[in-house]
C-alpha cells in the first residue's frame, strides 16, 4: 500500500513529457524481453498479434512475481 501511495506521488511531480519517456523505455524493454519468445510462437514480427503476445508475457510474469493475486485477495487460476 505504501508502495502505491510513494508511486502517485512520484507521478505526480512528473511532467506528462517524462512520463511518455518513460513508457517509451519500459514498451522498448518489453520487446527486448519477450519479442524473441513471440517470435518462436510464430507471431510475425509488428503486427498486433506480436505486440498481443508481449503484453500477455509481460502481464503473465507480473502475476506471477506478485505471488499470483490480481487484487483484492483472489489468487489467478493456476493449473498444477
Known amino acids: 500500500m505504501m508502495v502505491l501511495a510513494m508511486a502517485a506521488l512520484l507521478a505526480a511531480c512528473t511532467t506528462p513529457e517524462q512520463r511518455a ?7 522498448d524493454y518489453m520487446m527486448q524481453v519477450y ?3 513471440c517470435d ?9 498479434r506480436w505486440r498481443d503476445c508481449i503484453l500477455r508475457l509481460s502481464t503473465r510474469d507480473d502475476l506471477v512475481r506478485s505471488g499470483g493475486y490480481i487484487g483484492y485477495g483472489y489468487p489467478i487460476y493456476r493449473a498444477y
Open 21 to 27: 519517456q518513460y513508457m517509451a523505455k519500459e514498451a
Open 35 to 37: 519479442g524473441p519468445a
Open 40 to 48: 518462436k510462437l510464430g507471431y510475425a514480427r509488428d503486427t498486433d
